[in-house]
């Protein structure tokens, strides 16, 4: 049976960053898991409820499983970075708000003495990445002919060793890159973490997820 048809409301977190800083914002609307979503091997946890909600349940998933279990209906909200939306194949959600969580960018880099480290720079290009589609989309629009190697973490390592050329990866306060001997030469993309919802959900449990998004707002509005 699908979230969707189930009693409740079922909200996929996705883990690490994300679940961190998500848990203060669910808690301070009345939600909070009766285990600790950082120590606990659940990946099911019950939440404890303001009264007059329904039961909620917070499913944990690695960040690139959340628009799968939206899409599929397993999951009736979910929270993800836009950098794992932009990413997905597909767009069968709501996104009603940007939580302002877990905020970086996605960046094109370089080695800071590559000469030619304008990505605009005309030629071909190999850039390593775990953003496949986003890489090829946005060289794509850049008009640079890009070969793409598929990564799975340490992206900044690739240039140092003669990997690739460019990396196109997250970036927040810069360190990874300088310790790296790497910079930022091209934007791609703001990232924070998003609230997407399943469409069917929408309609049939129309009343708890509106009131879900709206509490949620509210928190997020009054942080700004
Ligand atoms: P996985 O190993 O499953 O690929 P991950 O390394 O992507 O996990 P996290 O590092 O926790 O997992 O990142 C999860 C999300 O947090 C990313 O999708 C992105 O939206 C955001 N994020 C990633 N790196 C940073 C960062 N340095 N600062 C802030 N947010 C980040
Ligand atoms: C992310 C990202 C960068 C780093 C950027 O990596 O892939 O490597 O954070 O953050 P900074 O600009 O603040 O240094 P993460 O720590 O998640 O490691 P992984 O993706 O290799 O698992």
């Not at 599929?72 to 194949?89: F, K, S």
């Not at 005309?122 to 496949?132: I, L, Q």
């Not at 598929?150 to 690739?164: F, H, I, R, W």
Request: proline share 5%.
């Amino acid at each position: 049976m699908t979230a969707s048809a189930e009693e409740g409301l079922t909200v996929a977190v996705a883990k690490g960053r994300i679940l961190d800083e998500a848990i203060p914002l669910l808690g301070d609307i009345g939600i909070r898991a009766r285990e600790d979503p950082l120590r606990t091997r659940k990946l099911i946890l019950e939440a404890d409820v303001a009264p007059g909600w329904p039961p909620v349940r917070l499913v944990l998933l690695r960040a690139q499983d959340v628009p799968t279990y939206l899409e599929y209906g397993a999951a009736d909200a979910g929270i993800a970075g836009r950098d794992v939306l932009l990413e997905y194949p597909g767009e069968e959600w709501y996104e009603p708000l940007d939580l302002g969580i877990a905020r970086c960018r996605l960046v094109v880099a370089a080695r800071e003495d590559d000469p030619r480290a304008q990505a605009t720079a005309p030629g071909s290009v190999r850039v390593a990445t775990k953003f496949e589609r986003i890489a090829r989309r946005h060289f794509a629009k850049s008009g640079v002919r890009a070969e793409i190697v598929k990564l799975y973490g340490s992206m900044e390592l690739a240039p140092l060793v003669g990997l690739a050329d460019r990396i196109v990866d997250l970036v927040a306060t810069g360190n990874t890159l300088r310790a790296n001997g790497l910079r930022a030469v091209e934007d791609i993309a703001d990232v924070s973490a998003r609230l997407i919802v399943n469409k069917a959900s929408m309609k049939m449990k129309a009343s708890v997820v509106k009131e879900f998004v709206a509490k949620l707002r509210e928190r997020v509005e009054a942080s700004r």
